[in-house]
Nanobody, 123 residues
Framework: QVQLVESGGGLVQAGDSLRLSCAAS????????MGWFRQAPGKEREFVAL????????YLGDSVKGRFTISGDNRKNMVFLQMNMLKPEDTAVYYC????????????????WGQGTQVTVSS
């Protein structure tokens, strides 16, 4: 079975930093990368970041570009999200997922998902 587990969330103040981690286990050979989405209560799921293994390319959502950085370890099927200069609007549940193909910002192109980790940023 494929399992993804996120960690590193918590409660911080605006301007603080957090580093999220995600580890994937199981059969993930068919996936081409790993990424992050986030979802706040009552809001649409939003693309955050993606790293592709084949060319080691990264993609960031417009709302986090310049503040967040994604990195990963292909051999270990792990991905990290370094979040700096956090804002209250970053408050959400953050999910990691395995990327298959197609438009990187479309959640339907991600095959397996973790349970999510809560990030709360106070003003």
């Amino acid at each position: 079975q494929v399992q993804l587990v996120e960690s590193g969330g918590g409660l911080v103040q605006a301007g603080d930093s957090l580093r999220l981690s995600c580890a994937a286990s199981g059969r993930t050979r068919s996936d081409y990368g790993m990424g992050w989405f986030r979802q706040a209560p009552g809001k649409e799921r939003e693309f955050v970041a993606l790293i592709t293994w084949r060319h080691d390319t990264t993609y960031l959502g417009d709302s986090v570009k310049g503040r967040f950085t994604i990195s990963g370890d292909n051999r270990k099927n792990m991905v990290f999200l370094q979040m700096n200069m956090l804002k209250p609007e970053d408050t959400a549940v953050y999910y990691c997922a395995t990327y298959s193909s197609g438009l990187y910002s479309y959640s339907g192109n991600y095959r397996y998902w973790g349970q999510g980790t809560q990030v709360t940023v106070s003003s």
